[in-house]
């Protein structure tokens, strides 16, 4: 038989600490160029009192951003590796879906679209995705090509991911970075931001939980 999991060492251990009564966002962010905007959008949710930020980035998003300039911590693919060594030791993307009060997908390309839509899990980001508690709220922002977004199968994916319960943050319109103007781009960080802080607990949840944890 296995010896039982400690908790608390595993959550030191992974950097998953943080008091009861602390909002609990996990930030996906895939392998659009909007990935760019991660540190913008790390940061100001960061000022947001009682919100505590982990990122959960794929390995193409790393192209468009610095993680050196994420002030919280950043898991990727080999660290899911990594940290797993024997049957005892702790899975990631199960801990950080224990760990997170709401997952925020910025941006999701059209790739990870595809993936989630089909129920693919080949990475750490889309594994947490597959194993979500679907009694928590997801919350997803495409970002990819004008021409992509037209794609007919593009609706199909978003209306399927809709049908699991998760909720979009709608791309808007704008000339993109590769010179095309129209709808795809990823919405503004202030709508991603003001969208998150409908889903914090009102003063008096907040109440109601540190009293349970007594």
């Not at 794929?58 to 060594?85: L, S």
């Not at 790739?111 to 009694?135: E, H, Q």
């Not at 781009?185 to 607990?201: F, R």
């Amino acid at each position: 038989m296995q010896p039982a999991c400690d908790l608390t060492s595993v959550s030191s251990a992974l950097s998953l600490s943080s008091t009861g009564s602390t909002f609990r966002v996990l930030l996906g962010v895939t392998g659009s160029v909007a990935a760019l905007k991660l540190p913008l959008l790390v940061s100001q949710l960061l000022k947001i009192p009682g919100i505590d930020v982990r990122v959960v980035t794929t390995d193409h998003a790393t192209h468009f951003y610095d993680i050196g300039e994420v002030p919280v911590r950043v898991y990727t693919d080999k660290d899911e590796w990594e940290m797993y060594k024997t049957r005892s030791d702790p899975v990631l993307h199960i801990e950080l879906r224990r760990w997170a009060d709401l997952l925020v997908i910025a941006p999701l390309d059209a790739n990870t679209l595809g993936k989630i839509a089909s129920g693919i899990c080949d990475n750490l980001l889309t594994c947490i995705v597959r194993a979500w508690d679907m009694s928590r709220p997801l919350l997803f922002c495409p970002a990819m090509n004008t021409a992509m977004w037209q794609h007919p199968i593009t609706a199909q994916q978003v209306a399927t991911l809709q049908g699991f319960g998760y909720v979009e943050i709608p791309c808007i319109s704008k000339k993109l970075v590769c010179g095309d103007e129209g709808k795809g781009a990823m919405a503004e960080v202030s709508t991603i931001v003001d969208a998150i802080q409908q889903y914090l607990p009102k003063p008096a949840e907040k109440i109601t939980a540190q009293g349970d944890e007594h």
